[in-house]
């Protein structure tokens, strides 16, 4: 037996539901495990989560049963779960995604909020052996405890849970890996802080580390977003001194492997069939609602009014730029639904000063606003947009920098000095883009429904569909 033996991993991440890179992701990792094991050498193949988005139709209408078969069908061995299967999953769905996966779920700081378990379709952590080598596997995700509670889990500290686990593992294997979906600054911190860890494959922020990173005696990698790369890390483990002599990672590109033919027909399959499933109307539509991001619009208003309705506000608030197609009067399909509003965004609550309120809406109205390009925190458009109002009527006067000159709340003239309950969006709660919504008070989120699944609900509403034809923001000349 020789002195070393190689352990190479192959590891993708954040997919986000784009099927277009899977059948030559799969060729890339059979491909690579066939030439590897030929040399004698180990192979384990894994995914870093954010596999499965909702924003995809065969996702929504199988709940995420496509992307299992993708990754029971790829060959993966380990996964485990980002935010996107985490928070946009309602529990049910979530305990049910796993259920004919042929692979491992590792997932260390998640737990069943009614009895403090690990999820019954997961473990805390995996141990892979060779005759040669042994290998323990550990899997965290982005904790975001308030939703997750919310959900009914449990989201734990996990660098807590990892020091544990770690200590625990540690005697016991050669190697340890960490599956990280907490995102690259988190990785840095734990590479930084938590000694015993070899490798950690990340994911979370869209990271694309060509050759990794080493931080002390541990190496990151993490290869980008959308399959674009796959990832591929070399370990190579001296059996007599007891130690990794070398790691090293790099990238490889998917474009550059042969598509799978019995995969890319299976995806071609499912999209007719998953497309005729979201077909069933969702909603008989009374008027055609138009799309445009630079302007007040009836759309913009019937999406602010909804928020308004679904969590009993004052005050309802939705930017523009998340309404991505119109909607034709007559049947509304869930897919028309999902093409327009594909974000697995959700409903807030939060009170707000009346000065708070007017600050907001001056900021809004700006142009660099408006414009801005949005990325992260679920956002699927391109950018802000204007902002829709409703229980408001808004006076301004154009220029270079608009200006505010009188506002409106249901009837009344606001009070700086009062508080407000504004409905609005969860994403200006994570992004900070507009401070005075992330610093008010009492807040709620609204889970598990998303913002399409609201409309759904909400645009059979004829008084409120009504009301959204009159004009919120009204421009004045300026003085």
């Known amino acids: 037996m020789a002195d070393t033996c190689t352990l190479h991993i192959l590891h993708t991440n954040d997919l986000h539901s784009h099927f277009g890179s899977m059948p030559s992701i799969a060729s890339c990792l059979r491909l690579h495990r066939e030439q590897w094991e030929a040399l004698g050498e180990h192979v384990l193949t894994v995914d870093i989560g954010d596999h499965a988005d909702r924003m995809d139709v065969k996702t929504e209408a199988t709940w995420g049963q496509v992307n299992v078969d993708v990754l029971n069908h790829s060959g993966y061995q380990y996964v485990t779960i980002g935010n996107n299967e985490g928070i946009t999953f309602p529990k049910e769905k979530l305990d049910a995604l796993y259920e004919k996966a042929s692979f491992t779920v590792v997932l260390g700081n998640l737990f069943e909020l009614a009895t403090g378990e690990v999820p019954h379709w997961a ?15 550990l899997g965290a995700t982005a904790s975001f405890p308030l939703f997750y509670k919310m959900l ?4 734990r500290d996990p660098l807590e849970q990892l020091r544990q686990q770690v200590a625990a593992l540690r005697p016991h294997v050669d190697v340890i890996i960490l599956m990280s979906h907490l995102g690259y600054p988190e990785d840095c911190r734990l590479a930084r802080e938590l000694d015993g860890v070899d490798i950690i494959l990340g994911a979370h922020t869209h990271h694309q580390l060509e050759h990794g990173e080493r931080i002390g005696k541990t190496l990151i990698a993490q290869t980008g977003v959308l399959g674009k790369k796959v990832g591929h890390v070399r370990l190579v483990w001296d059996r007599q001194a007891k130690q990794v002599m070398e790691a090293s990672a790099e990238l490889f590109a998917s474009e550059a492997y042969l598509p799978e033919r019995e995969l890319a027909e299976y995806l071609a399959q499912k999209q007719l069939l998953t ?4 077909e069933q109307t969702a909603v008989q539509l009374a008027v055609d609602l138009d799309v445009s991001w630079m302007e007040e619009t009836v759309f913009g208003s019937v999406l602010a ?9 004052e005050v309802g608030m939705a930017n523009n730029g998340l309404l991505l197609a119109p909607l034709s009067k007559g049947k509304v399909s869930y897919r028309d639904l999902l093409r327009c509003l594909p974000h697995p965004i959700k409903p807030c609550a939060v009170s707000l000063s009346g000065e708070q309120l007017w600050r907001l809406l001056a900021q809004s109205i700006q142009p660099e606003t408006v414009r801005r390009e949005l990325r992260g925190f679920g956002f699927r458009g391109k950018v802000t947009g204007w902002m829709g109002i409703d229980g408001l009527q808004v006076w301004y006067e154009e220029g270079e920098q608009p200006r505010i000159t009188r506002i409106e709340v249901n009837g009344e003239l606001l009070d700086k000095e009062r508080s407000y309950r504004v409905g609005t969006v969860d994403m200006f709660m994570l992004n900070r883009l507009f401070p005075d919504l992330a610093e008010g008070e009492h807040v709620r989120f609204y889970l598990p429904e998303m913002l399409r699944e609201i409309l759904a609900q909400t645009l059979g509403d004829a008084e409120l569909l009504a009301a959204a034809q009159k004009p919120r923001w009204l421009m004045m000349a300026s003085s």
Do not use: F, N, P, Y
């Open 123 to 137: 473990v805390s952590h995996a141990i892979h052996q060779w005759e040669d080598l042994c290998v323990g596997i």
């Open 152 to 155: 009914g889990w449990e989201a």
């Open 275 to 278: 497309e005729e499933m979201l």
């Open 305 to 313: 009014a909804s928020l308004r309705k679904w969590t009993k506000a």
